[in-house]
């Protein structure tokens, strides 16, 4: 379906490096090759320090690049061979930053009237237009406040009304909602979302929530480490992550070390094989990942364990269970098939995962929280 | 039982029946604050009002003395002066915060290590440079002027207005200079971001959004300028007397010096003084304004390095222009002092033949004036110190803690000699302690000290109270808790944890002191003349090469004592 669309932003081997006085060189961004198509919602997800503000960055142009180049609707703006480099104020982008960054010294208006002012659109265009973005972000009537008198909802609103004043047509969000508060992060994320159909942008959206990633998003990517781990629609990515990052990362995760051999699947120091089919080309010592709410649970029929506690959640009851050889995993279910402290229960997994026991490099991701 | 006297001695305390140390303290801090800031001002206001030979109130001489020429003339100078100085060094100090906060220019180490030199040299000294330099009879750099082009006149001459403004504009303007790299430097970096990212150019963005979100440091800043050019005394003494320009400080001085005691000369001095306390006056009122309005939320989000703007093809003709500019204004008047210091005599051309050490030898071992002025200077330096150490701890103690009815009355006016031009305390001190109390300090060294106190407190308590407002009240409650008394959790709990601002503080006075001259200018005698006082009688004297050598070993003496703190302070850090 992809294939048809133009594409609105392409970076192809962006790489950027820093160096650093105590730790040295560290990639933040590692070889990227990466392509937005007009419309689309698109966001990056990875924990602090991944890299995804460089990515968002780097398009807007406050960064330069180490190695590659990125085309913005098929211009280049970007091509560190060639040492073309576009300033961020003539890349025609909208952008958004977490702290908002409204000018505490201009009113609403004035906020949201500059950058049609510095686009040198005639005078007496600015005010209608002006009055459409604030009327979309619902602050009509505010024209004359400053936004030291706003809530924080309200500055953000600026800042969105800032960034779509001017009809861009890539809008880039560089965590718009974490300084809000639960509540009128839900109603910001509608809002967006309501905007983007109308207007059409294509929207690059940063963030470290996976449930806001996923609620806003055509297509997503997740990143760690400053590598691109996967990308895809969030379903997919949620239900067919590719590596272990990437399902710890989005949603609940159990991770079981098992060893595979001869065709059957044994939790790691047990010998009863567990009722899954075994993984086609992996062996020996492997890690099953499941989720907590696709696990059955039951009284009679799959593998045996023990419940070694169980925990009323509002919406679900919540067990954990040892499969023997100490490895724990946690259950999601309905509040049905009640199993108390130290019962016996059979439990069944519908849809592993199989993925190589992989080192988490502590040290490294330490050392990237510097940057 | 024990629990029992405790409370009681508690109970009894909250009643008032006992005299406890809150109450000390503060009957105490009163006390002190009348006699180091009440007495001067008060009898200035008594002696231009109350004509003691006969007993009335006197208002006609205000009139007289408003009306003369040569006052008006001053007053004229001194705004003249004052404002045309800070529109200067507000230009240069907002044009270098900039270069060094915001754009990619190279060597920012270096000049920022220059920026401190100013801080350093007390201005007179730098004056005193300029005059040897730029003096239409005989300035050195005029004399080059006029052998190498054939010049019949000197190109410049600095003993005039605009010369004053000049290097007064050089010596202050690192006061805008620091309040608007930290601005900058605090600064949410998106809010330029944003600008760019909405089409906004450079230019726009530094005219539009940077420079009116820092409109507020960049204004406290020109006040401290405007407020320190108005009372200076050092440069336009060192550079007007010669040219008969008088400003209001150096006015004062001359008429008090001029009187020689006579009544009728120090009425007419203190009169002045009411005048020039009028001109700070309004513009300590105007910064007070400023500091009170709500200032910008610019400090938000995440912090992020901010990004650098790229001068490209501005870089090195900028650079080159600003090294230029620092060694001309900084590095150039030191040289001048330091060649003028080896000079056999002031005046003689500077060839290798007319070197000699005869100056050094001259202050160090012909009539040990360093050995004196040094060990006066170090003591003063020292007890002004401890004594605004101790007083500032106590003060900022009673009005933080101890909250007694009049504390806004003691903040008030523990700051008071602060906001007097240095020559009016001096002339406030002399009336209250040449023996109007039966008390008679005068030109011994410890109505030079008095005056220090009274002048550098505010300094002290400052930085102790801001340090004390940190310390939450429950770290006080649970040592009182765990049955400490008040005297013992301050000892062991308060105390302690204000340290590093007490040790810093101490420092914010040791330094002014060490190089003081306009109070002390009026307050010497013949025993107790500090290093600044010295140096300037040595020039007035015409002796200027030996002003010289006396003041490369000032400068001497005040860098290591810099280079000392330095290092204690970084040490102090880590608690």
Known sequence: MAEERTIQIELKHVTKRFTTKT??????????????????????????GCGKSTTLRMIAGFEDLSEGEIYLSGEPVSIKKKNLYVPPEDRGLGMVFQAFAVWPH?????????????????KEEIKPRVMKALKHCSLDGLEKVYPSDLSGGQQQRIALARA?????KILLLDEPLSNLDPKLRETMRFEIKKLQQEFNFT?????????????LSDRMMVMDMGNIQQVGTPTELYNKPINKFVHSFLGQSNFTQVIA???????????????????KNMSGEIL????????????????????????????????????????IIRIQTPHRNIFRQGDDCYVKFPSPMWYEKGEEDDAERAKRMVI | MLMFDRKNKDLRRMEGKKLNIDTVMTVLCFVLLIIVAICPVGMIVYNACWDTTTNTLDLAMFKEVLLQKENIGAMKNTIVIGFMTTLIATLIGVFFAWLLGRSDIPMKGTMRWLFKIPFMIPPFLGAMAWDIMFSARGGYVNRWFMSTFGLEKPPFNVNTVIGIIIVEAIYMFPFVYNQVVAALERM????????????AKQMYVITRITLPLVVPAISSGMLLVLITSLANYGIPSMLGFSAKIYTLPTRITERMEAANGSFIGIRQATILSILLIIVVGIALIMQNRLLNVGRYDIIKGKSMRPTLIKLRKAKYPLLIFSMLFLVIVVLAPLAMIIITSFLKAYGLPIRLENFSLKNYHEIFFRNNTVATAAKNSL??????????????????FVIYKVKPKGRGLLEFMAVLPYSLPGTVLAIGCILAWSGAFKINLYNTIWIILIAYAARYLSYTLKSCSASLQQVHPSLEEASRMCGASRLQSLTDVTMPLIKPAMISSFFLVFLPAMRELTTSVLLVGPKSKTLGVTIYQYRAGGHISTASALAVVTIAIIMICNAVIGQIVKDRKGI
């Open chain 1, 288 to 327: 099953l990942a499941t989720r907590p709410n696709t696990i059955e649970i039951n009284h009679s029929d799959g593998y045996k364990a023990k419940v070694i506690k169980r925990v009323f959640l509002t919406d679900f009851s919540q067990y954990l269970v040892d499969l023997g050889g100490g490895q």
């Open chain 1, 106 to 122: 201009m009113n609403v208006y004035k906020n949201v009237a500059l950058p049609l002012k510095v686009a040198k659109v005639p």
């Open chain 1, 23 to 48: 730790l040295g060189e560290v990639t933040a961004v590692n070889d990227f090759n990466l392509k937005v198509y007009e419309g689309e919602c698109f966001s990056i997800l990875g924990p602090s």
């Open chain 1, 164 to 168: 779509i004043v001017i009809n861009p």
């Open chain 2, 379 to 396: 003591f003063l330096g020292f007890s002004a110190g401890f004594i605004c150490l101790f007083l500032g701890v106590m003060l900022s």
């Open chain 1, 203 to 215: 929207i690059i959206f940063v963030t470290h929530d996976q449930s806001e990633a996923m609620a």
């Open chain 2, 188 to 199: 949410d970096p998106t809010l330029e971001e944003s600008a760019r990212i909405a089409g």
């Open chain 1, 261 to 279: 051999e001869n065709g059957k699947v044994c939790v790691k120091g047990c010998t009863t094989p567990l009722p899954v089919e075994a993984p």
